[in-house]
Nanobody
Framework: QVQLVESGGGLVQPGESLTLSCAAS????????MRWYRQRPGEERGFVAS????????KYVNTVKGRFTISRDNGNNTVYLQMNSLTPEDTAVYFC?????????WGQGTQVTVSS
C-alpha cells in the first residue's frame, strides 16, 4: 500500500525559505518519477516540480523556476522540495506523489503559509 507523508511546512515571511520532505513507502521508490503538487485556497491541485527516478531530470512550473529545487534520496525513499524567496502566492497545501500515480492515494499534505 502506497504511503506518502509530507512534512516541513509552516508559517514564514515573504523572502524566507522552507524545505519540504516526503517520505514514501509501499512501492519501489527508486524506479519512479516523483512529483510535488500544491493546492492553493479555492483552486485545484496543480503541478509544481518533478524529478526522474535517478534524479537526472528535473522540471518545474514556470512560477517557481529559479526559486524551488526538487531533490531525492533513494536510499531513504524521500523526496524534498527546497523553496527559497517565498511569496504569498506560494501559500498552499503541498503534496507529493509518484508518477504515474497508478491510483496511489494522496497523503495529508503539508501547509505552507507565507505572510508578513
Amino acid at each position: 500500500q502506497v504511503q506518502l507523508v509530507e512534512s516541513g511546512g509552516g508559517l514564514v515571511q515573504p523572502g524566507e525559505s522552507l524545505t519540504l520532505s516526503c517520505a514514501a513507502s509501499g512501492f519501489t521508490f527508486n524506479s519512479v518519477e516523483m512529483r510535488w503538487y500544491r493546492q492553493r485556497p479555492g483552486e485545484e491541485r496543480g503541478f509544481v516540480a518533478s524529478i526522474s527516478s535517478t534524479g537526472d531530470s528535473r522540471k518545474y512550473v514556470n512560477t517557481v523556476k529559479g526559486r524551488f529545487t526538487i531533490s531525492r534520496d533513494n536510499g531513504n525513499n524521500t523526496v524534498y522540495l527546497q523553496m527559497n524567496s517565498l511569496t504569498p502566492e506560494d501559500t498552499a497545501v503541498y503534496f507529493c506523489n509518484r508518477w504515474p500515480r497508478g491510483g496511489a492515494s494522496w497523503g495529508q499534505g503539508t501547509q505552507v503559509t507565507v505572510s508578513s
